[in-house]
């Protein structure tokens, strides 16, 4: 079983940054593909970014591609999520899920574990 804890969200003005964060509990962390997924008023969750057990293979939405950039650091079961030049279109709730799966996982369903997910607010 693995739990996961998003932070960092807020509100911040066009072009600004944030930096979210996802702590996961247990112990097969550095064996998980982790991903950032978000969900806008009235719209389905879409994919955002993907990262390996690793570190060593990322993938990006091409909506965040040059912005955002995910990370994760093994020795402190985190993953994260930068963001740079945020636009209002990138308002949503923000989670992050988890997964023992290989490689890089693009898909809602290749996850077995969700966070319960952190407001991000980014005014004009």
């Known amino acids: 079983q693995v739990q996961l804890v998003e932070s960092g969200g807020g509100l911040v003005q066009a072009g600004g940054s944030l930096r979210l964060s996802c702590a996961a509990s247990g112990r097969t962390f550095s064996r998980n593909r982790m991903g950032w997924f978000r969900q806008a008023p009235g719209k389905e969750r879409e994919f955002v970014a993907t990262i390996n057990s690793s570190g060593s293979s990322t993938y990006y939405a091409d909506s965040v591609k040059g912005r955002f950039t995910i990370s994760r650091d093994n020795a402190k079961n985190t993953v994260y999520l930068q963001m740079n030049s945020l636009k209002p279109e990138d308002t949503a709730v923000y989670y992050c899920?988890?997964?023992?799966?290989w490689g890089i996982g693009v898909r809602s369903r290749e996850y077995d574990y969700w966070g319960q997910g952190t407001q991000v607010t980014v005014s004009s």
């Open positions: 899920a988890a997964s023992g799966g």
